[in-house]
């Protein structure tokens, strides 16, 4: 079965740093690729990062709104990925979801408020 | 980016009833399309890809269709664990982007 879990959540003051792990297992991780996207309490779906495996060089790509705040990465020996995000803003309220497209985690809200 | 116009935003139907949403891209996705549904306090779950492929597990009373800019989600015969919201998104290009969303209730 697969299965993605999503930690690190929680309540942060803007400016402020967070990160997040989503931890999986049921699939060959090494060769996914892995996607953050966030949903804000509007309900609004937003792709925020990728990862490529390694492969291709586990290259990245960013949405704009994120770039140079948030760095996502992965330790395949841990099927693991992971979003660290700094400088936060209240805009980044949302739940944040790991996904290989076709398989999604549970969700980790992520409340950025001072 | 692409911008993923999505419609109707609400819409209330009838069991056993065929319901139709659209998903209108600003220019061409070449069949990069998803479909997910999410129920309240869940998350987003695959349906189509592809515009046109049925996700694994997913009952054929789900289909997707449609190229170039316009496509769309069919659910016939609907049934009551129909209801949730569905959204559409592009990945032919990246930002993947999705769009506002489509929210089926019983009538």
């Known amino acids: 079965e697969v299965q993605l879990v999503e930690t690190g959540g929680g309540l942060v003051q803007p400016g402020k740093s967070l990160k997040l792990t989503c931890a999986t297992s049921g699939f060959t991780f090494s060769t996914a690729w892995m996607h953050w996207v966030r949903q804000s309490p509007e309900k609004r779906l937003e792709w925020i990062a990728r990862?490529?495996?390694?492969?291709?060089?586990?290259?990245?790509d960013y949405v704009e709104s994120v770039k140079g705040r948030f760095t996502i990465s992965r330790d395949d020996s841990k099927s693991s990925v992971y979003l660290q995000m700094n400088s936060l803003k209240e805009e980044d309220t949302a739940t944040y979801y790991c996904?290989?497209?076709?398989?999604w985690g549970q969700g980790t809200l992520v409340t950025v408020s001072s | 980016d692409i911008q993923m116009t999505q419609s109707p935003a609400s819409l209330s139907a009838s069991l056993g009833e065929t319901v139709t949403i659209e998903c209108r891209a600003s220019?061409?996705?070449?069949?990069?399309l998803a479909w997910y549904q999410q129920k309240p306090g869940k998350s987003p779950q695959l349906l189509i890809y592809?515009?046109?492929s049925l996700h694994t597990g997913v009952p054929s009373r789900f289909s997707g269709s449609g190229s170039g800019t316009q496509y769309s989600l069919k659910i016939n015969s609907l049934q009551s664990e129909d209801v949730a919201s569905y959204f559409c998104?592009?990945?032919?290009?990246?930002?993947?982007?999705f769009g506002g969303g489509t929210k089926l209730e019983l009538k």
């Open positions: 998104q592009q990945y032919y290009d990246y930002p993947w982007t």
């Open positions: 990862i490529k495996d390694k492969s291709n060089n586990y290259a990245t």
């Open positions: 996904t290989t497209s076709a398989y």
């Open positions: 592809n515009a046109n």
């Open positions: 220019e061409d996705i070449y069949n990069g």
